[in-house]
């Protein structure tokens, strides 16, 4: 089972909005909804941020959100500021031998 | 609070084995499912293992199957990885992360351990 593609890295301005983008087959993103998006400072422990393609727990800013069409997820981050400089993971739940995937992880810079 | 506190890394010899505690504490450990994740040094996360609440489910990474053993002692809620064979490749920060239970969901990661290295080198 191959990791999900993330671009490497996305980058945008304070105030501005980004989209990452995680593409994977029918075999995961596209054929479920247990899509879930990750974000990780240097150091530290992995963060749930959207479970279920869409969902925000609590205590997550209302700038970030998620959708899905196809086998192509992604999440949104609206009014960039400087703590969204973070590496961001999507994971799927999978068909496969390997019954979960995270993706390659985008490396998100605020200018 | 809930706190997960992953044990037992450092360095080891190409082949031989090790074996990692997560110490749970802050909720009721046996009735939630839990996975090991790991890192290797400045690349993506891997997922590595899942066992059931009750220990009698566990599912593998196709890249650990053989090799690695998931278990749990809900009476010490304390989660356990018994890694052997142990490759170069496997060199990775592992993390311990519970599947939420607050969502109906699965395969939802709602919290994580701080993470304990483990070096296989010779």
């Known amino acids: 089972q191959s990791a999900l593609t993330q671009p490497a890295s996305v980058s945008g301005s304070p105030g501005q909005s980004i989209t990452i983008s995680c593409t994977g087959t029918?075999?995961?993103?596209?054929?479920?909804?247990?899509v879930s998006w990750y974000q990780q400072y240097p150091g530290k422990a992995p963060k749930l941020m959207f479970y279920d393609v869409s969902h925000r727990p609590s205590g997550v800013s209302n700038r970030f959100s998620g959708s899905k069409s196809g086998n192509t997820a992604s999440l949104t981050i609206s009014g960039l500021q400087a703590d969204d400089e973070a590496d961001y993971y999507c994971g799927s739940y999978t068909s496969s031998s390997t019954p979960y995937v995270f993706g390659t992880g985008t490396k998100v810079t605020v200018l | 609070q809930v706190h997960l506190v992953e044990s037992g890394g450092g360095v080891v010899q190409p082949g031989r084995s090790l074996r990692l505690s997560c110490a749970a504490s802050g909720f009721t450990f046996n009735i939630y499912s839990m996975h090991w994740v790991r890192q290797a040094p400045g690349k993506g996360l891997e997922w590595v293992a899942v066992?059931?609440?009750?220990?009698?489910?566990?599912h593998y990474a196709d890249s650990v199957k053989g090799r690695f053993t998931i278990s749990r002692d809900n009476s010490k809620s304390t989660l356990y990885l018994q890694m052997n064979s142990l490759r170069a490749e496997d060199t990775a920060v592992f993390y311990c992360a519970r599947e939420t239970r607050d969502y109906e969901t699965l395969w939802v990661f709602d919290y994580w351990g701080q993470g304990t290295l483990v070096t296989v080198s010779s």
């Open positions: 029918s075999s995961d993103v596209g054929g479920y909804n247990y």
């Open positions: 066992i059931s609440s009750d220990g009698n489910i566990k």
